[in-house]
C-alpha cells in the first residue's frame, strides 16, 4: 500500500495544501514494514489537483496534520482514506504508527 504524508523539512506539514514536498510511503500492510520512501513536490495548488495526482501516484491512504472538508470530500470520491490531526513528526514515524494501528490523532490543523 502507498500513504502520501505532506512535509516540510522532512517532517509533516500541519497544512497539507502548502507543504515543500510529499512523502509517499510504501508498505507492506502484512508485514507492517516500510517498503521504500520517495520525495516528491506536490503539483501546483488548485482544487482537485492533489486527489487527483496521489490517485495517479497511487495512493489509499493520506495522513495529514490538516485538510479542508472539501479536500477531504475529493479525496473520498478518489476512494482514499484521510486521517488528519497527525503530529509533527517523520513520515517514517507517522506510517509505523499507522500500521500498528497506534496512529493518534488531535484536533485538524486547518479551519476550511
Not at 516500510?34 to 520525495?39: G, S
Request: with cysteine.
Amino acid at each position: 500500500m502507498k500513504i502520501a504524508i505532506p512535509t516540510n523539512n522532512g517532517r509533516l506539514s500541519l497544512h497539507f495544501g502548502h507543504c515543500a514536498q510529499f512523502a509517499i510511503v510504501e508498505a507492506d500492510a502484512e508485514s507492517k514494514q516500510i517498503v521504500k520512501t520517495e520525495f516528491s513536490p506536490p503539483p501546483a495548488h488548485e482544487p482537485g489537483a492533489l486527489p487527483q495526482w496521489l490517485s495517479d501516484q497511487g495512493v489509499e491512504v493520506v495522513i495529514a496534520g490538516g485538510m479542508g472538508s472539501r479536500a477531504q470530500q475529493l479525496f473520498a470520491r478518489y476512494g482514499i482514506e484521510t486521517l488528519v490531526g497527525a503530529a509533527e513528526t517523520t513520515p517514517e514515524d507517522l506510517v509505523a504508527a499507522y500500521l500498528d494501528g497506534t496512529l493518534a490523532s488531535g484536533d485538524n490543523a486547518c479551519d476550511h
